[in-house]
Nanobody, 119 residues
Framework: QVQLEESGGGLVQPGGSLRLSCAASGRFFRVNTMRWYRQAPGKERELVADINSAGTTTYTDSVKGRFTISRDSAEDTVYLQMNSLKPEDTAVYHC?????????????WGQGTQVTVSS
């Protein structure tokens, strides 16, 4: 069984920072691309950033220059450093990873962590 466990969400004032973490655990042989999505109330889920096994990253336009995605491949963990947070960044953030295991390659999801940006 493969699991993704997120941590690091919370309440922060506008302009503040948070760092999200997502660790993969269980029986698998490789983690490929890792992604962060977010979903705000009443809105569709949005891809925020991703990073492949070579370390190549992409970001949605609204977070460029403010968010940084990184990974520790030895620990099968992905991070999202969020700076200069805005109220519109408020959402549930979900980790997603493409993982090769006993059932072949599949996408796995974390349970989500709430980020609230408010004064």
């Amino acid at each position: 069984q493969v699991q993704l466990e997120e941590s690091g969400g919370g309440l922060v004032q506008p302009g503040g920072s948070l760092r999200l973490s997502c660790a993969a655990s269980g029986r698998f042989f490789r983690v490929n691309t890792m992604r962060w999505y977010r979903q705000a109330p009443g809105k569709e889920r949005e891809l925020v950033a991703d990073i492949n096994s070579a370390g190549t990253t992409t970001y949605t336009d609204s977070v460029k220059g403010r968010f940084t995605i990184s990974r520790d491949s030895a620990e099968d963990t992905v991070y999202l450093q969020m700076n200069s947070l805005k109220p519109e960044d408020t959402a549930v953030y979900h980790c997603n990873a493409h993982i090769g295991g006993a059932f072949g390659w599949r996408d796995y999801w974390g349970q989500g962590t709430q980020v609230t940006v408010s004064s």
